[in-house]
């Protein structure tokens, strides 16, 4: 079942951060720590009670996957169109559980909770090198919006 996260959630919340954040320093250790998360436990109760910043688990009798989302609108922009957006900022399924769709599941959830109040399209970002994640959004039928490009130096 997928559902709204709440307090109890935080946890297995903070468990899967960690696999994120893993993936995510194997790819750009010169860019991400290793064992942390972007969200401690005061700031995701604080999340959590966000109407803008959505979280959903995929609840099995345990937390097996979350996606965290954000509702931005542009409004009277002297260049953009109104358009109200939702940015899927994280969505991640726990190691011991891919392969069972929950992943597919969670994005699905996403498309209809995001049809139901009114946005225009759906956006995220995937880090070059993350393979497994570009594939399963192409998958989908997303599409690149734009491309962000670097120098070291």
Known sequence: MIRRAD????GSLIELLHQ???VHHRIRPDLFKPL?????????????ADDHKPVFVYDDGEVLGH???LVTEVRDDKLLQDVKTL????????????G??????????????ARSIGCYNITLNVWEGN????????????????TTMEILL
């Open 67 to 69: 996606a965290f989302c």
């Open 87 to 98: 940015y899927i900022d994280d969505i991640c399924v726990h190691e011991k559980a891919r």
């Open 100 to 113: 069972r769709h929950i992943g597919k599941s969670l994005y699905e959830y996403v498309l209809d909770y």
């Open 7 to 10: 307090k109890n959630d935080i």
């Open 20 to 22: 994120v954040d893993m």
């Open 131 to 146: 393979l497994p994640a570009l594939s399963f959004y192409k998958g989908e039928g997303m599409k690149v919006q734009k």
């Open 36 to 48: 942390t998360t972007k969200y401690d436990k005061k700031e995701l109760e604080a999340l959590l």
